[in-house]
């Protein structure tokens, strides 16, 4: 039986107006280390407390390769007396920070597609942190895009979830269970980031982003890419981990404790990550009948320069230049599931009908995906 041929067809972006250059980040983290360290001068000096160290842009760049990143609030980020963005809660009557975020990207994407929100017959949000638990993210956007029919659900597979989407929107077009579906990425990593830790107050940034997948047989964008295969992969790991969630109000000794925001053992996780994901990648392309000649492009998930070098050399067999693995995290930092994304969309006008390419995010779980891409 003939698989049923899927295209993404249209791809979206929305960035937040602020920025933080690493020069502005490190000048207010080395303020509340200032801080930090007068405050509590005794203990330190009776060895009961460790003294926090300064930072630089220098070494920021050095370790990730990021420049800046875009958050949606920056005042809050960079005062050393709070160390976290100020983003109000908004009423049930209003639409969600996320979900304004989301729709944003949305109505991008079907532009670009060439379709309107009655074409829709599905939303997946797939991200690293649902701003609540329920309702669902996806039914709320599908209500402010004003989709009167179709379904939408979320979920999260950390910074791989754009890519588990992607195979949950292709497998529901082949299954005949839609025909339409939008994958969007709103991702709001500002809010849980420990902005006052010096090994990953630099590390993330907000963004949204959202794909249209249809049917290739109805699609009609001038910028189709055909879908030749998904692969996704899963091996339980702490070293990226967040505990934060609705069980914390059980237990009020751990409220407000390091684990409930974002943390990792970095070097463990370049050195367990990279390997699985050259590896998948390489194993997939050959199932394809694919040799590592005929991609044209990677669009990796945008954590770490290092990690993007290493996976594209491992793959390719050489050194990749901007060309073959394009790069966005100096600009906006890690995004999370929305990295690989914004790659995709910024870099895939150039390329011609035939060649190829694929997407790729990792992330906590561990979690691997990876989809193969053809420009039609």
Known sequence: MTQQAVVISGTGLWTPQETITNEELVASYNRYVELYNERH?????????????????????????IRQRYVLNKDGVLDPERMAPRIAERSDEEMSVQ?????????QALDNAGRTPADVDAVLVACSNMQRAYPAMAIEIQHYLGMERGWGYDMNVACSAATFGLQAAVDAIRTGSARCVVVVNPEICSAHLAWEDRDCHFIFGDVATALVLE????ATSDNQWEVLGTRLQTRFSNNIRNNFGFLNRADESGVGARDKLFRQEGRKVFKDVCPMVAEQISGHIADLGMTAEDLRRMWLHQANLGMNE???RRVLGRPATREDA??????????????????FHKYNQDMKAGERGVICSFGAGYSIG???LEKR
Do not use: C, H, W
Request: charged residues 20%; without cysteine; aromatic residues 4%.
């Open 326 to 343: 394009p790069v966005i995290l100096d600009e906006y930092a890690n995004t999370s599931s929305a990295g690989s994304i914004i790659a």
């Open 99 to 107: 979900a304004e975020m989301g729709v944003k990207a949305i109505r």
């Open 41 to 65: 001068a005794a203990e330190i000096e009776a060895g009961r407390l460790q003294a926090l160290q300064p930072s630089s842009a220098e070494f920021i760049e050095k370790a990730s390769g």
């Open 370 to 372: 990876s989809v193969v």
């Open 215 to 218: 049917a290739k047989d109805a």
């Open 310 to 312: 290493f996976i594209a």
